[in-house]
């Protein structure tokens, strides 16, 4: 089995897309600092020039500039069966609830608010970049194990070594993830779930959402997780949960289906963000 030989978490070449040349400066100081690569560009047309000649790790893209704006480079990537599985990251002023939604639609992952916070910036980026190394690993190593394991032995062998690289992939992802099979039992987590909940594998494991929470909350999490294996993809939504220490945190929940080599859905992988001090920020921001 090949594994990616470069760090899964930091690092990586990210192409950097907005009209504005300040916002060009401060994000590629603030990346380069951070050891990533950058590649600047001024319009969609360049960029979508950019990634033809080279495909970035990651975009960061200006959802509005003028001629081509975000959504359309968006769209055009999105449709580019090389360029499809980049993670697009927009920028966006914080209130454009719309342009949001839009987004999404088109294809993007996530969102990062002006004025940039670096400390953020930095969080999301790492966190989708691992995500997805995380998927392509997982879609090239489903390939190879269709291709050259033709015996059982064999094919237990190479899954055990998979799941052992996968799980030491996802206990160095910062943030908390967790991932559950098709019936919503939880299947493992790494460390920093466990730290931020104060949670326990033997009390999680192979347990669903209606044996560990109250069943008003319960019911919420199954129809959340049912609506996301029907409709396959990618879900995320903000909500309130408490911390191991009993306070209310603001949460982002990313979660994604992934399938087997066959493509049948197997189950679904969470990672939270907490975004508690941004919803603080922004309260701040909007009240003066």
Do not use: W
């Not at 939604?101 to 930095?122: C, Y």
């Not at 209606?210 to 919420?220: G, K």
């Amino acid at each position: 089995m090949s594994i990616i030989e470069h760090d899964s978490i930091v690092g990586g070449e990210i192409l950097i897309v907005d009209e504005t040349k300040a916002n060009l400066q401060l994000l590629s100081d603030i990346l380069s600092d951070a050891g990533y690569k950058v590649r600047p560009a001024s319009n969609g047309e360049l960029a979508l020039r950019s990634v033809e000649a080279k495909l970035p790790d990651l975009i960061l893209l200006d959802i509005k500039m003028p001629g081509m704006d975000g959504l359309e480079v968006c769209r055009q990537l999105k449709a580019d069966e090389k360029a499809c599985s980049i993670p697009i990251i927009f920028i966006s002023i914080l209130e454009d609830v719309r342009s949001k939604t839009k987004g999404f639609q088109a294809g993007a992952v996530d969102f990062i608010t002006k004025p940039f916070h670096s400390e953020e910036l930095l969080a999301r980026v790492k966190t989708h970049l691992s995500i997805n190394r995380l998927q392509l690993n997982l879609k090239s190593q489903n390939a190879e194990l269709s291709k050259e394991i033709t015996e059982r032995k064999q094919a237990e062998e190479a899954l055990q070594e998979s799941e052992a690289f996968l799980k030491t992939l996802i206990d160095a992802i910062p943030t908390p993830v967790f991932y559950k099979d098709k019936d919503g039992k939880y299947l493992g987590f790494n460390r920093a779930f466990e730290t931020f909940f104060g949670e326990t594998k033997e009390r999680l494991i192979g347990k669903s959402v209606f044996d560990i929470n109250p069943p008003e909350l319960a019911e919420i999490y199954h129809a959340q997780d049912a609506k996301l294996f029907n409709d396959g993809g990618t879900q995320r939504y903000d909500s309130q949960v408490k911390n191991a220490h009993g306070n209310l945190r603001e949460i982002t929940f990313n979660k994604s289906v992934f399938t087997d080599n066959k493509g049948t859905v197997t189950g679904l992988i969470g990672v939270l963000i907490d975004i508690t001090e941004q919803k603080r920020a922004e309260k701040a921001l909007r009240e003066s």
